[in-house]
């Protein structure tokens, strides 16, 4: 690492200037990442995936890729006197989409009217054509015409996540963030950690623009990257930065100070963003393109802040830290005040759990435990259109839908029904069936969850091969009452329409996906976290070089992610944010709880490694349990708990937008957060540790050379110590 330094110094010139081409290039390459991203759940292998590919194959149409008019008429008027314009108005629409197709214009109530134009393109490009669409729409006399559908509703929502992504980021992260960094630094050295976050962010985003070209990725993820990233950054500049003032005190040059300070905080930066690279990096192995999105996205944000830290940031230390350490803007006595390890207050907070342990112990994990309990009550979901801003003209359309015919016209089951060979349709006995499985819809003992089948042609294929039916709920495509009804029609409506052998009856659309999304991500979610715990305790034993240690964090950080699920359940089920103005929803949309588990299990070994890095110092120095758990806390507690105030302002980027998801994402993250930097690491870590005594450092020797590590016996020669034991 020290080597490494000290090249990157030597060539400074050469690392800037690299840098600067990073950060040109990027700025253009991000520019145009919204236009690929997209907010679909496809589920690979699924009923639900093939039912799509029957309907995109041989019907020419996507529920994704679709545009939706709907019509309502003005008092005194009706939606049947506008079907003519309405027709004429879909199909001047589909000219303007490629392989744009117009369906059919209906009535589906005394005041509102419907027209469906499908298409074959990818919802990422579909949506792209919103505009194109709302232009050659227009206008029908005597009432008001509505463009809406999947494609719409993306373009639309897209507008809202760059201005809340403008919001979080520029009006609420970033200055908060820059309070806490001039107060913790008191000079203007707090620059250094935004120059970093603006080299590693906007170099992230072109990686996930190159990406977003081969790949499913998720409209979350850019105002994810921005947030999350500005956190990790600042989060790893400001432990190194801090480590340098250290040795620059100490004396020496400055060359030696930057190699000293990469050699230990540097360090531990790299095992810390692996620790968070491995949580999410992990999630690239699920069966969904859109958390193997997210997983994308996670893997690429710390692996680019650690190429950063070990390139940029040692040569931002030689150029600019003496000289805006010189610049002070907090006054000097008060920093003078908290330099003082001895007596500041987290020395003073040391001083008071290492007198009482157990009770110190006892009470935060009784504490962790009750926040815990709302866990229990935790439903996901796969999201809701009342999650979004409900003023979007895409989402007005759909309202006016939903009012007229059900919550679940606006995303409907779709059937599609592979009879095996061209013109089987005519077979006496498919024909039978599904009039059999039609009944069955349509008298299903909870019917009234359907509000009808739709037979309206084409519901048959050219070929006379495949049959669709469309089933509209009264309930919205998430809701536990449509998912309820999917899963009778898989198991127990279609067999009874006892179709003939090699018939083959796929159910998609709304409700069925919900169920294939769901029990696809949590049928995998075992496995990730049984990989995530076993390859962070390896890591972990290799940077502490213990054996109890990674599995104290591992268990420490299990309990704050149980506390952000309670917690999550209470605000947002239970209404406990309602104050706040967080709106309330029974659900948790299913890839939160995923997500946050690997995210949180990164972040939160961030901390571990920047204390108990700095307590492994202290204890190979002096081998007294006691005086390094009071000083590592000492000396990075003030570190720590700046860097978890600044990601917590990062994630409450997301709580002050206005998409519900990303609320309920943000909430989770931020809950977390600040349980982890005040109850984990501020109190339980150092009672623990006091508790267990040279059990924290042990390493057996054969251990050890399986690490490629120094052992640590369990009973080292003490050496003298600050404290004179």
């Not at 690299?18 to 990027?26: G, T, Y």
């Not at 759990?353 to 796969?382: C, D, E, H, K, N």
């Not at 706040?580 to 997500?595: A, K, M, R, Y």
């Amino acid at each position: 690492m020290e080597r490494w330094t000290l090249t990157m110094i030597r060539y400074r010139w050469a690392v800037v200037a690299a840098w600067v081409v990073v950060f040109l290039v990027s700025g253009v390459a991000a520019s145009g990442l919204s236009k690929l991203l997209t907010n679909r759940f496809s589920i690979p292998g699924s009923d639900t995936a093939k039912a799509e590919k029957i309907l995109h194959d041989h019907f020419g149409q996507r529920s994704d890729g679709s545009f939706q008019l709907v019509y309502q008429a003005n008092p005194g008027n009706t939606a049947a006197e506008a079907l003519p314009a309405l027709e004429r108005v879909g199909k001047r629409v589909a000219d303007e989409i490629p392989t744009g197709r117009f369906v059919s214009a209906r009535a589906v109530s005394v005041r509102t009217a419907t027209a469906t134009v499908t298409s074959a393109l990818e919802p990422a490009d579909a949506k792209n054509y919103t505009d194109r669409v709302r232009a050659a729409a227009g206008e029908i006399p005597n009432g008001k015409l509505y463009v809406t559908g999947a494609a719409a509703i993306t373009k639309d929502t897209d507008d809202v996540f760059a201005r809340d992504a403008k919001v979080g980021e520029l009006y609420t992260a970033i200055p908060i963030a820059l309070a806490i960094l001039i107060f913790v630094f008191g000079t203007f050295a707090f620059i250094l950690p935004m120059l970093f976050a603006a080299a590693a962010i906007p170099a992230t985003l072109a990686i996930i623009w190159i990406l977003a070209h081969f790949m499913e990725l998720s409209t979350y993820l850019q105002n994810m990257v921005a947030l999350i990233g500005l956190g990790i950054a600042i989060d790893y500049s400001l432990l190194v930065v801090y480590r340098y003032r250290e040795e620059r005190a100490k004396g020496g040059t400055k060359e030696e100070a930057i190699a000293r300070t990469m050699g230990t905080a540097g360090r531990a930066v790299v095992f810390s963003g692996t620790a968070v690279a491995i949580g999410l990096a992990l999630m690239l192995a699920m069966p969904l393109p859109f958390m193997r999105g997210f997983g994308l996205g996670g893997l690429v944000i710390p692996m680019v802040s650690i190429v950063c830290a070990l390139t940029l940031l040692p040569v931002l230390l030689y150029l600019c830290a003496d000289g805006l350490d010189r610049v002070r803007v907090v006054p000097k006595a008060i920093a003078r005040r908290r330099a003082d390890e001895e007596n500041n207050m987290w020395a003073r907070l040391a001083r008071a759990i290492m007198r009482r342990p157990l009770p110190f112990a006892l009470g935060t994990t009784a504490l962790l435990l009750a926040a815990a309990i709302p866990v229990f009550a935790l439903q996901v979901g796969p999201g809701s259109n009342k999650g979004i801003p409900q003023d979007l003209p895409s989402v007005q359309g759909l309202n006016v839908l939903a009012n007229s015919v059900g919550d679940g016209a606006v995303a409907p089951t779709e059937i599609a029904i592979d009879t095996g060979r061209a013109g089987d349709v005519r077979d006496p006995e498919v024909r039978a069936a599904v009039g059999r499985l039609v009944r069955g819809i349509e008298g299903d003992p909870e019917t009234t969850g359907v509000a009808g089948v739709d037979l309206e042609p084409p519901f048959v294929d050219s070929s006379g091969r495949y049959i669709h039916l469309q089933v509209v709920g009264r309930h919205e495509y998430g809701s536990p009452e449509a998912m309820d009804f999917a899963r009778r029609l898989r198991s127990e409506i279609v067999p009874a329409a006892r179709f003939p052998g090699g018939v083959q009856v796929y159910a998609g659309g709304g409700p069925p996906s919900s169920v294939d999304v769901i029990e696809t991500a949590y049928g995998a979610f075992p496995w990730l976290v049984a990989a995530v715990l076993v390859l962070t305790y390896f890591l972990l034993l290799r940077a502490f070089r213990s054996l109890l240690l990674p599995l104290k964090a591992i268990i420490l950080n299990l309990l704050a992610i149980g506390a952000a699920y309670g917690l999550l359940v209470a605000v947002f089920k239970y209404g406990g944010g309602e104050a706040l103005g967080i709106q309330s929803f029974d659900q948790i949309e299913f890839w939160i709880p995923i997500f946050l588990f690997a995210m949180l299990f990164g972040l939160s070994m961030d901390y571990e490694v920047f204390l108990v890095s700095r307590m492994r110092e202290e204890w190979d120095r002096t081998h007294d349990n006691e005086h390094a758990v009071a000083l590592g806390l000492a000396k990075t507690g003030r570190i720590v708990t700046a860097a978890g105030l600044i990601m917590f302002a990062a994630f409450m980027g997301f709580v002050v937008g206005s998409i519900l998801g990303l609320q309920q994402f943000g909430f989770g993250l931020a809950a977390a957060i600040l349980i982890d930097v005040t109850v984990i690491r501020a109190l339980l870590v150092p009672s623990a540790m006091k508790l267990f005594g040279r059990w924290n450092w042990w390493l057996p020797p054969s251990v050890a050379r399986l690490a490629r590590v120094k052992s640590s016996p369990l009973d080292p020669r003490p050496a003298a110590s600050p404290s004179g034991r």
